[in-house]
């Protein structure tokens, strides 16, 4: 398992679209905290790209890593190598990877600009969303042969976790405006690991405004400690279910 996860990790931290994203990452966050002046702004600024970017590039190039390497898998397959080992050596390669990537890219800005506390906090935020999205993309992957049908998984699961989920939440509550909704509300917040990230870090912030209305209601409920602490239990949820489901298919997946 080591030799394997040692020889994806370097192998995608050669990739141009790797090093690409690294770089990315590291001019927008430099940038925004050099022009914003101010740190609070950079951090917010820098948020919004985390919260939209990190998730993007993560599920989009974990699926399209996979379907490519499919005649490396059935190589690895042919090997007496244990199914779930070769899984789980992809699978942390390819989180390692991403993480490296955006801690070279937005890690070290925010322990330049930000106090220890809630650079921490962000760090965190976006290595949980990479993992995350990167579980989701195998099981993406395991549920389709075809790559472009894998890819608009992809696509249309990124959509829902970071544009429509919010609005969805919005809706229900206007149309049950008259009733009591607001422990279900909480929740519906724990179907979004985008929006627990985004509470995880404003909670930290002190941002009600930018939080959006599952995080307002997330915040009335548990309060600064409560909702930092159950807000990472469910991230680590996040990242063990999609990736449990796609190792249960992989074991099983004719080759």
């Given at each position: 398992?080591?030799?394997?996860?040692?020889?994806?990790?370097?192998?995608?931290?050669?990739?141009?679209?790797?090093?690409?994203?690294?770089?990315?990452?590291?001019l927008?966050?430099?940038?925004?905290?050099?022009?914003?002046?101010?740190?609070?702004?950079?951090?917010?600024?820098?948020?919004?790209?985390?919260?939209?970017a990190?998730?993007?590039?993560?599920?989009?190039?974990?699926?399209?890593?996979?379907?490519?390497?499919?005649?490396?898998i059935?190589?690895?397959?042919?090997?007496?190598?244990?199914?779930s080992?070769?899984?789980?050596?992809?699978?942390?390669?390819l989180?390692?990877?991403?993480?490296?990537a955006?801690?070279?890219?937005?890690g070290?800005p925010l322990?330049?600009?930000?106090?220890?506390?809630t650079?921490?906090?962000?760090?965190?935020?976006?290595v949980?969303?990479?993992?995350?999205?990167?579980?989701?993309?195998f099981?993406?992957s395991?549920?389709t042969?075809?790559?472009?049908?894998?890819?608009?998984?992809?696509?249309?699961?990124w959509?829902?976790?970071?544009?429509?989920?919010?609005?969805?939440i919005?809706?229900?509550?206007?149309?049950?405006?008259?009733?009591?909704?607001?422990?279900?509300?909480?929740?519906?917040?724990?179907?979004?690991?985008?929006?627990?990230?985004?509470?995880?870090?404003?909670?930290?912030?002190?941002?009600s405004?930018?939080?959006?209305?599952?995080?307002?209601?997330?915040?009335?409920?548990?309060?600064?400690?409560?909702?930092?602490v159950?807000s990472?239990?469910?991230?680590?949820?996040?990242?063990?279910?999609?990736?449990?489901?796609?190792?249960?298919?992989?074991?099983?997946k004719?080759?």
């Amino acid at each position: 398992m080591i030799r394997i996860l040692k020889y994806v990790t370097l192998d995608i931290l050669k990739n141009r679209i790797i090093i690409v994203y690294t770089v990315i990452l590291a001019l927008f966050s430099w940038s925004a905290f050099g022009l914003e002046g101010n740190a609070s702004k950079g951090l917010l600024t820098v948020l919004h790209i985390v919260l939209l970017a990190v998730p993007l590039v993560a599920v989009l190039f974990a699926t399209i890593y996979v379907y490519n390497n499919n005649e490396f898998i059935e190589l690895l397959v042919s090997h007496p190598v244990k199914r779930s080992m070769i899984w789980k050596a992809l699978f942390a390669g390819l989180s390692l990877s991403m993480t490296v990537a955006y801690l070279l890219g937005v890690g070290i800005p925010l322990l330049v600009f930000a106090d220890a506390a809630t650079a921490g906090i962000m760090i965190t935020a976006g290595v949980l969303l990479s993992m995350i999205f990167v579980a989701i993309a195998f099981l993406g992957s395991m549920l389709t042969r075809d790559k472009a049908k894998g890819v608009g998984i992809s696509i249309l699961l990124w959509l829902y976790f970071t544009l429509l989920f919010d609005g969805l939440i919005l809706f229900l509550y206007l149309q049950f405006a008259d009733y009591p909704i607001e422990k279900p509300t909480v929740l519906l917040c724990a179907l979004s690991p985008v929006d627990l990230c985004r509470i995880l870090v404003l909670l930290r912030l002190d941002e009600s405004a930018m939080m959006g209305y599952t995080g307002a209601v997330f915040r009335i409920f548990f309060g600064d400690t409560g909702g930092l602490v159950l807000s990472g239990l469910l991230l680590g949820l996040w990242i063990l279910l999609p990736f449990r489901l796609s190792l249960k298919k992989f074991r099983k997946k004719d080759l």
